[in-house]
């Protein structure tokens, strides 16, 4: 199982980002995929989740409105794109895998090796 | 949402001691229809991901060492490493699956050698 991120990127305020999560080893659509980030120094904070089977999303609601997640099952490819970033949007963000395609209750089995998104006037 | 908290927030232990983590949730993750309480913990080390140690509060992941155990119930939940390594320092994170959204983790919990 692995979920290969890609790679660091920096942004100016206001601007959007979007990070790719390529899947391998498993069925993509027998899993679902979280999104969680983690500020310089700081803890974990889970910003939403994606169905690997119906697409189905659930945001949390601190991003509501600035975040999309989607997925690509032709190359088992989920991403995160994040618009009218700010500077504390300056973080590492995490896909994680969830066992349970059809509800967002998950814990998270396997994690992406996180990308590095800055966002610096 | 479900607030997370953990204590300590920082811990030393000496080697081979035993190191104990705890994590108090703001409401019960305890589901009575199944009896499961939804309920994981994390290690991590710097410049890594998240590693799931525990699920369902007690259950190890696969490949997990076992000195590595998980209690509790409800709202209160214990990480027990009982005979430290080096390579357990970490900060350790607990989380609530219990309802969503939002999942919520607690603050996080560095572990040291003393």
């Known amino acids: 199982v692995e979920l290969e991120q890609s790679g660091g990127d920096v942004k100016k305020p206001g601007a959007s980002v979007k990070v790719s999560c390529k899947a391998s080893?498993?069925?993509?659509?027998?899993?679902?995929i979280s999104w969680v980030r983690q500020a310089p120094g700081q803890g974990l904070e889970w910003m939403g989740w994606?169905?690997?089977?119906?697409?189905?999303?659930e945001y949390a609601q601190n991003f509501q409105g600035r975040v999309t997640m989607t997925t690509d099952t032709s190359t088992d490819t989920a991403y995160l794109e994040l618009r009218s970033l700010r500077s504390d949007d300056t973080a590492v963000y995490y896909c994680?895998?969830?066992?349970?395609?059809?509800?967002?209750?998950?814990?998270?089995?396997?994690w992406g090796q996180g990308t590095l998104v800055t966002v610096s006037s | 949402d479900i607030v997370m908290t953990q204590s300590p927030d920082s811990l030393a232990v000496s080697l081979g001691e035993r190191a104990s983590i705890n994590c108090k949730s703001s409401?019960?993750?305890?589901?009575?229809?199944?009896?499961?309480?939804?309920l994981a913990w994390y290690q991590q080390k710097p410049g890594q991901p998240p590693k799931l140690l525990i699920y369902?509060?007690?259950t190890r992941q696969s490949g997990v060492p076992d000195r590595f155990r998980g209690s509790g119930s409800g709202t209160d939940f214990t990480l027990t490493i009982s005979s430290l390594q080096a390579e357990d320092v970490a900060v350790y994170y607990c989380?609530?699956?219990?309802?969503?959204?939002?999942?919520?983790f607690g603050q996080g919990t560095r572990l040291e050698i003393k």
């Open positions: 989380q609530q699956y219990y309802t969503s959204p939002p999942i919520t």
């Open positions: 369902w509060a007690s």
């Open positions: 994680a895998r969830g066992p349970d395609p059809y509800s967002s209750s998950s814990y998270f089995d396997y």
């Open positions: 409401q019960s993750l305890l589901y009575t229809s199944n009896n499961k309480n939804y």
């Open positions: 994606i169905s690997g089977n119906s697409g189905n999303t």
């Open positions: 080893g498993f069925t993509f659509p027998s899993y679902a």
